[in-house]
C-alpha cells in the first residue's frame, strides 16, 4: 500500500491480516493496533514521548526473571489484569480477584486446625470459614490453596531468611465445608517499585501501596477454580490499591478474640495462641 496517511494507516493495518490463520488473533491485534494508532493521533505523540515508552519495555527485560515479572507489574498497574478478571469474572458467588506473582504450586499440607504463625514475628490471626455451593450446600472435597505475606511484609520468595513456602499451604476443609487455620495477619505492602513499572507509577504521583490481604485459590471438585483475596476492612490502602484488586464482598472485618475458649476446638496451636488474637471468618460461595 503506498500514500499512507494518517488515517488510512488504520485500515491498511487490518487489509494486511486478512489472511491471518487464526480470526480471533487477527481480530484482537487489528483492534490493539487500531487502538494504538488512535492514541498516537489523538495525542500527536512525539518521537521522545515514544521511545521513552519503548526505553521503559526495554528496561524492563532487565527486572525480569524466574521470580519477577516485570511486563506482568505493569499489566497489574495498568489495571489490565484487574479488568481481565473482572470482565470474565462469574457473576455470583465470592469474586475472584487478582492473582499477584508469589502464588506456588505444590504449596506443603497443612491440616484442617494446623498453624501457620508458629510464633514467628507479627500479630496471630485466626482464619475460619466454609466453603458453600449456590444452594448452600457444604463444598466437600474443596482443597483450599492459600498465601500471604509475613508479618515483616515480605513473601516468603523475597525473604531469604526464611523457607520458600513460609505462609504458603494447601488445605482440604471438612465435609462440612468449613476450615480453620491460624496464620500471623498479613499486612499492607509495596509491590516492587524499583523497575520502569515503579517509574510509571511516580511519573502518575501514585503509590505502590497493596492493602494487606491473604490470597486464595478455591479448588472445589466439579467447580473451576476460584482466584480470589480477602482484605481486612481497617486497611489504609483500601481505596489505593496498586493493582486495583479490591472488591466490596471480599473486604471483612478483623476481630479480637479475648477468650481461648471462643477458639475452634481443631486449631492446633490452641493452648499456645496470645491472647487477645485476630480472627477473620470467610464464608464462601461457590460461583455458579
Ligand atoms: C500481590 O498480591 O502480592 C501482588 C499483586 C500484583 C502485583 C504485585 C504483587
Ligand atoms: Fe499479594
Do not use: C
Request: hydrophobic share 40%; net charge negative.
Amino acid at each position: 500500500m503506498r500514500n499512507l496517511t494518517p488515517t488510512s494507516i488504520t485500515a491498511a493495518f487490518a487489509d494486511y491480516a486478512k489472511d491471518a490463520p487464526s480470526e480471533r488473533t487477527r481480530s484482537l491485534l487489528v483492534s490493539l493496533a487500531g487502538h494504538l494508532h488512535s492514541f498516537v493521533r489523538d495525542n500527536k505523540v512525539t518521537p521522545d514521548e515514544w521511545m521513552a515508552a519503548i526505553d521503559a519495555l526495554t528496561r524492563a527485560i532487565r527486572f525480569t526473571d524466574d521470580k519477577r515479572n516485570e511486563y506482568i507489574l505493569f499489566s497489574d498497574l495498568l489495571g489490565v489484569s484487574s479488568l481481565v478478571d473482572m470482565i470474565n469474572a462469574r457473576p455470583s458467588g465470592t469474586p475472584s480477584s487478582v492473582l499477584g506473582p508469589f502464588h506456588i504450586e505444590n504449596a506443603p499440607e497443612l491440616k484442617n486446625g494446623g498453624d501457620l504463625w508458629q510464633g514467628q514475628v507479627g500479630e496471630p490471626l485466626l482464619v475460619k470459614g466454609q466453603v458453600r455451593d449456590q444452594s448452600g450446600k457444604p463444598a466437600k472435597g474443596t482443597v483450599l490453596a492459600v498465601w500471604q505475606n509475613q508479618g515483616n511484609g515480605l513473601y516468603s520468595q523475597q525473604d531469604p531468611s526464611t523457607g520458600p513456602t513460609n505462609y504458603h499451604a494447601r488445605l482440604t476443609v471438612a465435609d462440612d465445608g468449613s476450615f480453620a487455620y491460624t496464620t500471623v495477619r498479613p499486612v499492607s505492602y509495596k509491590v516492587p517499585d524499583d523497575g520502569p513499572a515503579g517509574d510509571m507509577l511516580r511519573a502518575l504521583g501514585r503509590n505502590a501501596w497493596r492493602p494487606a490481604h491473604l490470597h486464595m485459590i478455591v479448588h472445589a471438585p466439579g467447580h473451576q477454580p476460584l482466584i480470589t483475596e480477602f482484605f481486612p476492612e481497617d486497611d489504609t490502602w483500601l481505596d489505593r490499591d496498586a493493582v486495583f484488586g479490591v472488591r466490596a464482598p471480599l473486604v471483612l472485618p478483623f476481630a479480637k478474640v479475648t477468650d481461648r475458649a471462643a477458639l475452634p476446638a481443631n486449631l492446633a496451636a490452641r493452648d499456645k495462641l496470645p491472647m487477645p488474637m485476630w480472627s477473620a471468618t470467610l464464608d464462601i460461595v461457590l460461583p455458579a
